[in-house]
């Protein structure tokens, strides 16, 4: 007999393609037909489908109960194996869209080279006293940047020189040296030897000689670390999103039916409007929403952090004395963690010579329109405590305001390392405290006016700055507007509350011209005296040919009067100028330039500031572009320096083939580096400009071309592909050749040649017969 168990229907795996709306998900989800016939669904597989699982729908094992799932009703159709949802865009999970950024999909490899490279600036000076004579040789002044750069990391030291030292100077001065190297992949960046402590928007950073280590987000330039606005929307039917940040368009994209987010926008500092705009893609509809959001760099995205710790020796006298540190150790941190989109969390640390500093802060988002903090720290030195608070808020109000405002109060005898380790001389006529002002207040207010239709702006600004020595009150007012074509007018006045004689203020018009040129004229009066000034200048740019130049005159009490001239040459920069204040007269001369030691060569160029690329053409005069912009021609070695290249970032370096001979071999014209900081890449193409080569037409029994498609070899092992009409390109060809070609049919033929080369001429051998 059978049992009733036996009898009732029992639970049947389904796979089902599922629909959302009557739209296709274009998936396919695990489903369990239970007994009564309802439907149930793991919560890992709803969710994959795009549905929100709910508590309230969970079964005792563990899946969702179809039947029970709020706001979603559904349709199995046992005939297509589908299922079809209707539910609400608050039950859907909205789908993720926005710019396609690297980070953990990153492959390439930074690169790192090896070589050496001198940075240098040579000043030569000239002095008169009277203008009609010959100028008297007054002096040389040199900054040298010396760097190696290995895989291991980069060595730098930077020293400056003179041959006029004072009496209380070296000929030589250095100034830092250390090593460094970074990680991108745990974005941390290690220092040893001399550095700037880190900090924050409340602790005063020092000089230091010693090790430090410290998040460096600048290692991933796709990473955007500062809450961005996350826009939603939702789409009836597939349609199309354009998203525009402050009028101009950031992001376009297709997106399917339902709700969706765009993340990864562009980070835009300071207030804004986003604007998201669904077009339907077949009636042509559109639908738009505007958010106001206010991004800062005070605030870190949820889960960042950011961190500088740092222990050595206090520098002293930078650029004075070489070798002047403190003698007492010391050590800093400074701590920085995005705990929400609106909350970043902060933490300084500081101990060393007697002092023990320690505070804490946090900086606030204020939604759409502004961001906050708010800090304190408690010090003891030398038996003596201190306390300090700082506040700051910067918003936008209204429609197009910006306040910012920030206050910072010491009380006791609050210190911190930059005054502890300062070498001051408190019996000096000169004698300044260096420990934080006790008070400092800044506001500034910059208002649109509403009845000027040429959005000129007027700017308020206080600044309030008490110390041990001094207390001062300046307020400055600022106006601009612009004027016809490309001009503007401009007027600043200012005051301190506390001394009336301290007060100035100056206007002018500014206008551009064609060929970058700006000029202005205008009259400034400060400390009694009233000036009037006239001032044209061109700035050169970093290509290779380009000039500038200015010309810059005021008239007061004395004649001030400059001249001077630029020229960017192929491997410096020249610049030369002149001036007189009042009878005496000043000219002056100075190269800018770089030697590097790389690729077994010895380079001149232009000054190397980060990262740079030694490309070998193989063959000279040839045009080097780097970003598709034209940068360099290849020299008589075939080789050129491209000096500017962004660490980290993807650049894609190509040379024209176009000025290569015709019987060039070139295996490829394109490559994508991504370098380490201040290092330098060798981009190799080796292009040959005699190459052995030749079209080979090869041709079969019956004299037909062989079909194209066909791969074949030299007996060097030189590898080819036949082409239309039965052409090849053959490389490495010697006087007689021989080659194999695989046929369609799986077997082989055979064919001979002779080759003789003939400078500057692409040949075509016809008619050799395969068999």
């Given at each position: 007999?059978?049992?009733?168990a036996?009898?009732?229907p029992?639970?049947?795996?389904?796979?089902?393609?599922?629909?959302?709306?009557?739209?296709?998900?274009?998936?396919?989800?695990?489903?369990?037909?239970?007994?009564d016939?309802?439907?149930?669904?793991?919560?890992?597989?709803?969710?994959?489908?795009?549905?929100?699982?709910?508590?309230?729908?969970?079964?005792?094992?563990?899946?969702?109960?179809?039947?029970?799932?709020?706001?979603?009703?559904?349709?199995?159709d046992?005939?297509?194996?589908?299922?079809?949802?209707?539910?609400?865009?608050?039950?859907?999970?909205?789908?993720?869209v926005?710019?396609?950024?690297?980070?953990e999909?990153?492959?390439q490899?930074?690169?790192?080279?090896?070589?050496?490279?001198?940075?240098y600036?040579?000043?030569?000076?000239?002095?008169?006293?009277d203008y009609?004579?010959?100028?008297?040789y007054?002096?040389?002044?040199g900054?040298?940047?010396?760097?190696?750069?290995?895989?291991w990391?980069?060595?730098?030291?930077?020293?400056?020189?003179?041959?006029?030292?004072?009496?209380?100077?070296?000929?030589?001065?250095?100034?830092?040296?250390?090593?460094?190297?970074?990680?991108?992949?745990?974005?941390?960046?290690?220092?040893?030897?001399?550095?700037?402590?880190?900090?924050?928007?409340?602790?005063?950073?020092?000089?230091?000689?010693?090790?430090?280590?410290?998040?460096?987000?600048?290692?991933?330039?796709?990473?955007v670390?500062?809450?961005?606005?996350?826009?939603?929307?939702?789409?009836?039917?597939?349609s199309?999103?354009?998203?525009y940040?402050?009028?101009?368009?950031s992001?376009s994209?297709?997106?399917?039916?339902?709700?969706?987010?765009?993340?990864?926008?562009p980070?835009?500092?300071?207030?804004?409007?986003?604007?998201?705009?669904?077009?339907?893609?077949?009636?042509?509809?559109?639908?738009?929403?505007?958010?106001?959001?206010?991004?800062?760099?005070?605030?870190?995205?949820?889960?960042?952090?950011?961190?500088?710790l740092?222990?050595?020796f206090?520098?002293r006298?930078?650029?004075?004395?070489?070798?002047?540190?403190?003698?007492?150790?010391?050590?800093?941190?400074?701590?920085?963690y995005?705990?929400?989109?609106?909350?970043?969390?902060?933490?300084?640390?500081?101990?060393?010579?007697?002092?023990?500093?320690?505070?804490?802060g946090?900086?606030?988002?204020?939604?759409?329109w502004?961001?906050?903090?708010?800090?304190?720290?408690?010090s003891?030195?030398?038996?003596?405590?201190?306390?300090?608070?700082?506040?700051?808020?910067d918003?936008?109000?209204?429609?197009?305001?910006?306040?910012?405002?920030?206050?910072?109060?010491?009380?006791?005898?609050?210190?911190?390392?930059?005054?502890?380790?300062?070498?001051?001389?408190?019996?000096?006529?000169?004698?300044f405290?260096?420990?934080?002002?006790?008070?400092?207040?800044?506001?500034?207010?910059?208002?649109?006016?509403?009845?000027?239709?040429?959005?000129?702006?007027?700017?308020?600004?206080?600044?309030?700055?008490?110390?041990?020595?001094?207390?001062?009150?300046?307020?400055?007012?600022?106006?601009?507007?612009?004027?016809?074509?490309?001009?503007?007018?401009?007027?600043?006045?200012?005051?301190?509350?506390?001394?009336?004689?301290?007060?100035?203020?100056?206007?002018?018009?500014?206008?551009?011209?064609?060929?970058?040129?700006?000029t202005?004229?205008?009259?400034?009066?400060?400390?009694?005296?009233?000036t009037?000034f006239?001032?044209?200048?061109?700035?050169?740019?970093?290509?290779?040919?380009?000039?500038?130049?200015?010309?810059?005159?005021?008239?007061g009490?004395?004649?001030?009067?400059?001249?001077?001239?630029?020229?960017?040459?192929?491997?410096?920069?020249?610049?030369?100028?002149?001036?007189?204040?009042?009878?005496?007269?000043?000219?002056?001369?100075?190269?800018?330039?770089?030697?590097?030691?790389?690729?077994?060569?010895?380079?001149?160029?232009?000054?190397?500031?980060?990262s740079?690329?030694i490309?070998?053409?193989?063959?000279p005069?040839?045009?080097v572009m780097?970003?598709n912009?034209?940068?360099?021609?290849?020299?008589?070695?075939?080789?050129?320096i491209?000096p500017?290249l962004?660490?980290?970032?993807?650049?894609?370096?190509?040379?024209?083939?176009?000025?290569?001979?015709?019987?060039?071999?070139?295996?490829?014209?394109?490559r994508?580096?991504?370098?380490?900081?201040?290092?330098?890449?060798?981009?190799?193409?080796?292009?040959?400009?005699?190459?052995?080569?030749?079209?080979?037409?090869?041709?079969?029994?019956?004299?037909?071309?062989?079909e194209?498609g066909?791969?074949?070899?030299?007996?060097?092992?030189?590898?080819?592909?036949?082409?239309?009409?039965?052409?090849?390109?053959?490389?490495g060809?010697?006087?007689?050749?021989?080659?194999?070609?695989?046929?369609?049919?799986?077997?082989?033929c055979?064919?001979?040649?002779?080759?003789?080369?003939?400078?500057?001429?692409?040949?075509?051998?016809s008619?050799?017969?395969?068999?």
């Open positions: 007999m059978e049992s009733v036996a009898a009732l029992q639970p049947a795996e389904l796979q089902l393609e599922a629909f959302i709306n009557g739209v296709s998900t274009g998936l396919i989800g695990a489903f369990r037909l239970n007994a016939g309802s439907l149930s669904i793991a919560p890992d597989e709803l969710r994959e489908l795009g549905l929100i699982p709910d508590p309230a729908a969970l079964a005792a094992d563990g899946m969702i109960d179809l039947k029970r799932l709020p706001d979603v009703s559904y349709t199995y046992e005939a297509t194996q589908s299922i079809d949802f209707t539910a609400a865009d608050r039950r859907r999970i909205a789908r993720k926005g710019p396609e950024r690297g980070g999909n990153e492959t490899e930074v690169e790192r080279g090896f070589g050496a490279l001198m940075n600036t040579l000043t030569a000076n000239f002095d008169s006293a009609w004579d010959l100028p008297d007054s002096g040389l002044f900054y040298f940047d010396l760097r190696l750069f290995t895989s990391g980069t060595l730098d030291s930077s020293f400056t020189a003179r041959s006029n030292p004072t009496e209380d100077s070296d000929y030589a001065t250095r100034l830092d040296t250390a090593w460094r190297y970074s990680d991108p992949h745990t974005l941390t960046t290690y220092v040893a030897g001399d550095f700037i402590s880190g900090g924050l928007a409340w602790t005063r950073p020092i000089r230091m000689g010693g090790a430090q280590l410290r998040r460096n987000f600048g290692l991933r330039p796709d990473l670390t500062i809450p961005v606005p996350e826009l939603a929307g939702s789409a009836a039917v597939p199309a999103v354009d998203i940040l402050n009028g101009v368009r992001y994209s297709d997106v399917p039916s339902g709700p969706f987010v765009v993340d990864g926008l980070a835009i500092t300071g207030p804004g409007f986003a604007r998201v705009v669904v077009r339907d893609t077949t009636t042509g509809q559109e639908t738009e929403t505007e958010v106001a959001f206010y991004a800062s760099a005070l605030l870190l995205r949820p889960g960042l952090f950011d961190y500088a740092e222990g050595g206090a520098r006298d930078y650029g004075i004395e070489s070798e002047s540190y403190d003698g007492a150790p010391v050590a800093s941190a400074s701590l920085r995005g705990l929400t989109e609106r909350v970043t969390l902060e933490s300084h640390g500081e101990v060393g010579s007697g002092l023990v500093n320690g505070g804490a946090l900086a606030v988002g204020l939604g759409g502004g961001v906050g903090s708010l800090a304190g720290a408690a003891t030195w030398d038996g003596d405590t201190g306390f300090l608070v700082a506040v700051s808020l918003a936008a109000l209204f429609a197009d305001w910006r306040l910012y405002l920030r206050s910072q109060r010491t009380f006791g005898t609050y210190q911190d390392l930059a005054s502890v380790t300062a070498d001051i001389d408190e019996d000096s006529e000169f004698f405290s260096a420990r934080p002002p006790k008070a400092l207040d800044q506001i500034s207010l910059a208002v649109p006016l509403a009845f000027d239709t040429d959005a000129s702006t007027l700017n308020l600004a206080f600044t309030h700055l008490e110390d041990e020595e001094s207390n001062s009150k300046v307020v400055s007012l600022s106006y601009d507007r612009p004027l016809f074509a490309q001009s503007s007018f401009f007027v600043t006045a200012y005051a301190d509350i506390d001394d009336t004689e301290d007060n100035g203020a100056y206007a002018g018009v500014s206008m551009q011209w064609g060929g970058n040129i700006t202005s004229a205008g009259i400034e009066h400060s400390a009694g005296h009233t009037a006239l001032d044209a200048i061109k700035p050169d740019q970093d290509v290779e040919g380009s000039h500038g130049w200015r010309l810059r005159s005021s008239i009490d004395t004649v001030n009067t400059q001249a001077a001239a630029s020229y960017v040459a192929r491997h410096a920069r020249l610049v030369a100028g002149a001036q007189q204040y009042g009878d005496p007269v000043n000219a002056s001369a100075q190269i800018e330039g770089a030697v590097v030691a790389a690729d077994g060569d010895l380079f001149l160029t232009r000054q190397i500031d980060d740079f690329a490309v070998d053409v193989g063959v005069d040839v045009e780097a970003a912009r034209p940068v360099a021609t290849s020299g008589s070695s075939g080789k050129v491209v500017r962004t660490a980290y970032e993807k650049t894609s370096i190509a040379i024209d083939p176009k000025n290569l001979p015709v019987d060039a071999d070139v295996p490829e014209t394109s994508v580096v991504r370098p380490a900081e201040k290092t330098g890449v060798v981009v190799t193409f080796n292009a040959k400009a005699e190459s052995a080569s030749a079209l080979v037409q090869f041709v079969d029994a019956r004299n037909q071309p062989l194209a066909l791969a074949g070899r030299t007996e060097n092992a030189a590898e080819f592909v036949v082409g239309y009409d039965g052409e090849a390109y053959i490389t060809l010697a006087a007689t050749n021989t080659v194999t070609i695989d046929l369609a049919d799986g077997t082989q055979r064919a001979g040649f002779e080759f003789s080369k003939r400078p500057g001429e692409q040949q075509l051998i008619g050799v017969s395969c068999l």
